[in-house]
């Protein structure tokens, strides 16, 4: 048997993963030329790099074993010097990209028509669960041709392979033999690994309450059969082209925290949320956000401070910033401005507007939203 | 002990190292897969599929594959145990040894040649 035959199925799977650590490798490398790694930036870099060196050669690529080997030595042996780690970070990289290229090219001219036929699939993955086959089908019809389309008929088939595939959206029916789709979004809320998975709920009620219990057991959104297919498309390609990115929202009042919170979920972002300027400071370094929309007064550190402390940081001074305030004072206003917001929206605001800036700020646009 | 090899279990914390073990191990050496994703399950999973061999993933997180190696052995199981580690230093393959496993296999591993790796360490034991 060919190698290359043998691994196909599995390809697909090892570049989703590859260009997951490439990231962070690239993460890593920015920690280094800033001049500071730290000691937990170390220790994840060197399990990534342990990773890429042990699937690497099994998978075809030896070049990514042997530059992730001599990272991971690097890092094992105790060295923190950045300008040592640099180069060896940088050749890791540049091999990781270089795959992801070839592969990429690979899978264009195979869509052309010509070139390499085991080329991986690299479009986004759909999963819809579904007992009724004619839904199945019809979605499977509306979104073959951007999508890998995969179907579950029953809940457990649906666990099953929300864990095994990672798909980037699913499609679920409420209303399921053996488990309903409340069930199922419980599960998926408390395994670590599913939490982050956007999830449109599609059910035959349409009961306000149901709409709440849907979107509070952590569905993004929620369609009533019979759904109106082009309103589905729409919604599904404004979801994927958001998902993967993050937010912050930092407010102390907990009633616009949640609307907002809300607001941005739907639209398919993931949302993290701070009652302060200290705690907002702690998230953004957590999870690099790619947004942050900050209260101007807060308790403790307000949102310049927050914004002056960002601005300090290598990591977030570019991080575009959205002020909130109740002052309509013209003076507040261009004061912002000068400190770096990217923009600025007056108390009481409408959820769609701040919405509507967010998105444009991330250069994504409201389609479906 | 069953005289000829049919069933291994695959014991590692890492999906794309699970899949393509199952793969070749099926595919290219015709044996019957299971997979333990991390170290937790896999007593369980030793006694419910019942392998004639464990391959199992050195460096895991929570409890590593020496330590779940003693627990199998403290739990009864004495099923003929392969470790896989990156770290192919004479010294700790020597180690593994001594602990009781049948053999170590270097990772990265060619998918191509596992199975039969595997199969001379079966019939060498």
């Known amino acids: 048997m060919n190698p290359n035959d043998l691994l196909k199925p599995l390809r697909g799977m090892y570049l989703a993963q590859l260009r997951e650590r490439a990231d962070s490798v690239a993460a890593f490398l920015r920690h280094c030329q800033g001049g500071r790694v730290r000691e937990d930036e170390r220790d994840v870099m060197l399990r990534q790099a342990h990773k890429l060196a042990g699937s690497g050669t099994t998978y075809g690529f030896p070049l990514i074993t042997q530059t992730a080997r001599a990272l991971e030595e690097a890092l094992d042996a105790g060295v923190t010097e950045p300008a040592q780690l640099i180069p060896l970070a940088e050749s890791l990289l540049h091999t990781c990209e270089q795959v992801l290229l070839s592969v990429e090219r690979g899978a264009e001219s195979s869509l052309a028509g010509v070139g390499d036929p085991s080329a991986p699939d690299l479009r986004p993955l759909l999963l819809n669960a579904d007992d009724d086959p004619l839904i199945r089908d019809l979605i499977e019809a509306l979104f073959k041709d951007d999508f890998r389309v995969v179907t579950a008929a029953d809940g457990e088939e649906a666990l099953r392979l929300l864990a095994e595939l990672k798909p980037q959206l699913l499609l679920l029916d409420e209303i399921m033999p053996g488990m309903t789709g409340i069930e199922i979004l419980g599960k998926m809320r408390a395994d670590e690994s599913l939490r982050d998975i956007p999830v449109i709920m599609l059910t035959g009620r349409t009961h306000s309450g149901d709409v709440v219990r849907a979107v509070s057991a952590g569905a993004i959104d929620y369609i009533a059969k019979p759904f109106d297919p082009a309103e589905l498309a729409a919604k599904v390609r404004g979801l994927l082209r958001r998902s993967g990115r993050t937010v912050l929202i930092a407010d102390d009042d907990p009633a616009i925290r949640d609307l907002l919170a809300y607001k941005f979920r739907l639209a398919g972002l993931r949302v993290v949320t701070a009652p302060d300027g200290e705690e907002a400071l702690q998230q953004a370094a957590l999870h690099r956000p790619d947004l942050a929309i900050l209260d101007r007064m807060m308790p403790g550190l307000d949102g310049v401070a927050v914004l002056q402390q960002l601005r300090k940081n290598p990591d977030t001074k570019a991080l575009p910033v959205i002020f909130l305030t109740a002052m309509r004072q013209e003076r507040d206003i261009l004061e912002g401005f000068r400190l770096g917001v990217a923009d600025y929206v007056i108390k009481p605001f409408l959820p769609e507007e701040v919405l509507a800036r967010g998105l444009r700020l991330l250069g994504l646009g409201t389609e479906g939203a | ?125």
């Not at chain 2, 020496?66 to 004479?90: C, D, H, N, S, Y």
């Open chain 2, 1 to 125: 002990m069953a005289p000829e090899l049919k069933r291994i279990l695959c014991v590692d914390d890492e999906e794309d190292i699970l899949q393509v073990a199952k793969l070749s191990l099926e595919m290219v050496g015709g044996f019957e897969v299971a997979l333990c994703h991390g170290s937790r399950c896999a007593q369980e999973e030793a006694l419910s599929f019942r392998p004639d061999l464990i391959l199992l993933d050195v460096m895991m997180p929570e409890m590593d594959g020496p330590t779940t190696f003693l627990r199998l052995r403290e739990a009864g199981i004495e099923t003929p145990v392969v470790f896989m580690t990156a770290k192919v230093q004479p010294t700790e393959v020597k180690h593994y040894l001594d602990l009781g496993a049948i053999g170590v296999v270097s990772k990265p591993f060619d998918p191509m040649t596992l199975s039969q790796q595997i199969l001379e360490m079966w019939k060498a034991r």
